[in-house]
């Protein structure tokens, strides 16, 4: 703290005080109005619990005050709730009940379409038909100088619908082909028909090749099979098909059956030794 200097006669002769005021003069029993602001500066000190009050400041130089009754007073909407926002928030709101409904629809209409299938099938009990050769009478079979055959095949087919409420409709559009050795012999077309259900149908199949031409390693094995009397042949059916459950149609699918036959000779009165026929459905 740094202590107050006084000059070197202070104590030989101090100052005299000397009074201004006058001799009639009274003492105000009570505070002037200008020394209240300081007397309340004190209670506001941290030794008073009692906060002073707020002093207002006056209006900057140049500002205005206008006073407005409260009844002419209008409010300005904020711009979330303007006439404008609502009709535009009322239109997505239908937009998006129009699309939850719509998706809704949808949603309960493929349940429903699934149910229905689901319960048809299991009444239906739908069953892939069964197919097998019966016979394979064999032409045209004779190997030339440069080893070409133009062969016939003459093949009976079986073919059974073991479904009791379905019908089968072949189409024409279908093709049949005889393999030996990845080796196409013969070609040809089954007859269009409609089977019932339940049915068992038999119908011949005409098959025909022209200069099918055999390589050295192709007929020598054929050679050495028809000593053995057990030539391996190859059957590949496609044929499109229609599904009839009472008045209702399928739309077309594509029926596949391979069948392994088995043969003791290449010739008409060849014998079936073996035949098994794979089926599958290409939709």
């Not at 409609?194 to 119908?203: A, D």
Request: proline share 9%; with cysteine; charged share 20%.
């Amino acid at each position: 703290m740094v202590d107050r200097v006084y000059p070197a006669d202070y104590h030989h002769n101090p100052p005299e005080t000397t009074s201004t005021l006058p001799e009639n003069y009274n003492m105000p029993s009570a505070p002037p109005e200008s020394l209240k602001p300081s007397l309340e500066s004190q209670n506001s000190l941290p030794g008073n619990q009692n906060p002073a009050p707020e002093k207002k400041q006056d209006p900057l130089p140049g500002t205005y005050i206008v006073q407005v009754p409260k009844d002419q007073i209008y409010r300005v909407p904020p711009p979330e709730n303007g006439p404008h926002y609502q009709r535009s928030r009322k239109r997505r709101s239908h937009c998006c009940r129009f699309l939850c409904y719509f998706l809704g629809s949808i949603f309960a209409l493929v349940v429903l379409l699934a149910a229905i299938a689901g319960i048809s099938y299991l009444v239906i009990s739908p069953k892939s038909p069964k197919y097998s050769i019966e016979k394979v009478a064999i032409k045209g079979f004779t190997l030339g100088r440069d080893l070409t055959i133009s062969p016939e095949f003459d093949v009976t087919v079986r073919a059974e619908n073991p479904n009791k409420k379905i019908g089968i409709y072949y189409g024409d559009k279908n093709n049949v082909d005889v393999f030996y050795s990845d080796v196409r012999l013969c070609n040809g077309k089954l007859p269009a028909f409609y089977q019932g259900h339940r049915n068992v149908t038999v119908f011949p199949a005409l098959l025909v090749g022209s200069d099918v031409r055999l390589s050295t390693a192709v007929n020598g094995t054929l050679t050495a099979q028809l000593r053995e009397g057990r030539v391996p042949l190859r059957l590949n059916i496609d044929v499109p098909v229609r599904v009839k459950v009472g008045a209702v149609k399928s739309w077309t699918v594509t029926v596949r059956a391979r069948c392994d036959v088995t043969v003791d000779k290449l010739a008409v009165d060849a014998t079936v030794l073996d035949n098994r026929c794979g089926v599958s459905v290409k939709i």
